[in-house]
């Protein structure tokens, strides 16, 4: 059983609008139905759980009765790792996906490659090499250089194993806020695989991203 958990409970705050940006449209769309088609499109993905803003639980139903692999809508929480654990209650096992409901571009292709990896490895993330210098800088004051080769831009949708995602989400403490689930599992010594993630593999948060994606679809 492969499920994917599709995330889609913020506020888009770096949107600057009222509405979150997984409902902005994007070529007559919402963002997330776009997401949503990538994954009902996917033949090794069995299931969705979508997990929604709890304010926008009807919008969200509305976009998801096109999609009958979507079997669970359920709320999120404040913090992206409370809406992870939220839509990780409705799996019991097999194989976990948690992608960005704001990466509508997420391709088939790619999505069979993390599913293949982590039945694998266990753990997989999609990244792109960096390809501009990375500077740690603290204060507006350039503190290191960081080695570029070393230096990987980290994608989603990230693939787990059920048990390894629920072991490491039980170790997570309340006040700890994390980004990424990989993270987390890495904590319980379990090497993460990476593979090759795409280049229009785009997160929208900002207005700039909404101009990229409708030139991409353009």
């Not at 509405?19 to 769309?29: A, I, T």
């Not at 976009?63 to 009958?68: D, E, H, R, V």
């Not at 194989?95 to 069979?112: K, M, Q, S, W």
Request: some cysteine.
């Amino acid at each position: 059983m492969v499920t994917a958990i599709i995330v889609a409970a913020g506020i888009g705050k770096r949107m600057k609008s009222e509405v979150p940006k997984q409902f902005l449209s994007l070529k007559g769309k919402p963002i997330l139905a776009h997401t949503l088609s990538c994954f009902q499109k996917a033949v090794v993905v069995d299931q969705i759980i979508l997990v929604v803003n709890p304010n926008w639980q009807e919008e969200s139903r509305q976009i998801a009765s096109f999609f009958n692999k979507v079997v669970h809508i359920v709320a999120g929480g404040k913090r992206r790792q409370d809406s992870v654990w939220a839509g990780l209650q409705a799996v019991e096992e097999g194989i976990v996906l948690v992608h960005d409901g704001v990466r509508p571009f997420v391709t088939p292709a790619l999505i069979e490659r993390v599913v293949k990896a982590t039945k694998k490895w266990g753990a997989v993330v999609p990244a792109l090499p960096a390809k501009e210098t990375v500077k740690w800088v603290e204060e507006s004051v350039v503190k290191k250089t960081l080695p570029r080769e070393f230096i990987y831009l980290v994608q989603t949708p990230q693939g787990f194993r059920y048990e390894l995602l629920k072991e490491a989400y039980l170790r997570l403490g309340d006040k700890e806020n994390v980004t990424d689930d990989a993270s987390l599992v890495e904590r319980l010594g379990i090497k993460v695989c990476v593979i090759a993630g795409e280049p229009f593999n785009l997160k929208i948060t900002t207005p700039e991203d909404l101009k990229w994606a409708e030139m991409i679809l353009a």
